[in-house]
């Protein structure tokens, strides 16, 4: 994952994105470092990401999604 800054109008967005990778390993009983390991992503990345404070690439999210088995739509349907 590459960090970068976000831009000021996307903040929000990436929060609730974040909430929702967080509510999704949380209701699997999972520590973020535990899915980082599984998905092969730096734990501190995968922190960033779930806190809304990074830009991450769309390439890490799918990995995410994919652990979850979620499809990209499913979950931006309804953000």
């Given at each position: 994952?590459?960090?970068?800054?976000?831009?000021?109008?996307?903040q929000e967005l990436y929060k609730k994105i974040g909430k929702k990778l967080k509510d999704?390993?949380?209701a699997k009983g999972?520590?973020?470092i535990k899915l980082a390991?599984?998905?092969g992503i730096a734990r501190n990345s995968y922190?960033?990401?779930?806190?809304g404070k990074i830009?991450?690439?769309?390439?890490?999210?799918?990995l995410?999604?994919?652990?979850?088995?979620?499809?990209?739509?499913?979950?931006?349907?309804d953000l």
């Open positions: 994952m590459r960090s970068k800054e976000i831009i000021p109008e996307h999704l390993r949380t999972m520590s973020y390991a599984e998905i922190n960033l990401l779930e806190n830009n991450f690439q769309l390439s890490s999210l799918q995410v999604l994919k652990y979850h088995n979620i499809s990209l739509s499913d979950f931006f349907r």
